[in-house]
């Protein structure tokens, strides 16, 4: 990663942090990741070499520019769901900042909705938004997943108790290793091989 992005994503993970110490209403709060959990994710996309993420909650764009950064180096698109234009707003100007607005594929609404159009498959999917409908939406995912995937979701040592119905669902998810990784507040990490023989979708839309 080079020095100039370096420089903006500190820059951009600070004004988040003054941000949140600022507001008391927490639907103005960006929640941005920890930067040693957003350089884990960047880690997990690049080694994965993956080409078809999505991530559910842009925020001001902190994490989908470590996303973006490395679809960039395959050629890959992250498709980013967020509810709150204001936000999405800021996302989009950082990741222009970025140079990387190209690799991303910005989405505004619910993501429940959104996630049942999308077609899939995805190899690397990140959940970072409403934690109580995350598992919900994990099964509308599970046939749009490609038999190679990373399922990751922030927050499960912060929030246990909201997350709790996700960390279920991931358990049931055939063929799915799945560990715990204790940093920042708590990112589940649930992979699939090569080797699972489940017929996957054949696009992304």
């Known amino acids: ?10 820059k951009i993970e600070r004004d988040g942090r003054e941000n949140d ?10 929640l941005n990741l920890e930067p ?10 690049r080694s994965a ?13 902190y994490s989908t520019i470590y996303l973006a950064s ?6 890959g ?58 598992a919900e939406q994990l099964r509308i ?3 749009k997943l490609a038999p190679a995937v990373l399922v990751l979701a922030d ?9 709790a119905q996700y960390l279920a669902a991931v358990a049931s998810l055939e063929g799915f290793e799945h560990i715990v990784v204790p940093v920042g507040k708590g990112l589940s990490l649930a992979y699939r091989g090569v080797g699972y023989a489940a017929e996957a979708p054949d696009r992304v839309e």
Do not use: C, W
């Open 70 to 75: 490395a679809v960039a180096e395959t050629g």
């Open 155 to 163: 927050n499960v040592l912060s929030h246990a108790a909201e997350i």
């Open 36 to 45: 040693e959990t957003a350089q884990l994710l960047s880690v997990l996309a």
């Open 77 to 134: 698109t992250v498709i980013s769901i967020e509810r709150s234009p204001d936000k999405q707003s800021m996302a989009r100007e950082n990741l222009v900042q970025a140079g990387l607005l190209d690799y991303v594929d910005l989405r505004l609404g619910e993501a429940t909705a959104i996630i049942r159009e999308i077609a899939g498959p995805f190899d690397l999917v990140f959940f970072d938004a409403d934690r109580i409908s995350a």
């Open 21 to 30: 110490e600022r507001e008391t209403d927490r639907a103005r709060k960006l």
């Open 49 to 61: 070499r993956a080409t078809h993420v999505l991530e559910i909650g842009t925020s001001n764009g």
């Open 141 to 143: 995912l599970a046939p």
């Open 1 to 10: 990663m080079k020095q100039q992005l370096i420089d903006l994503l500190a």
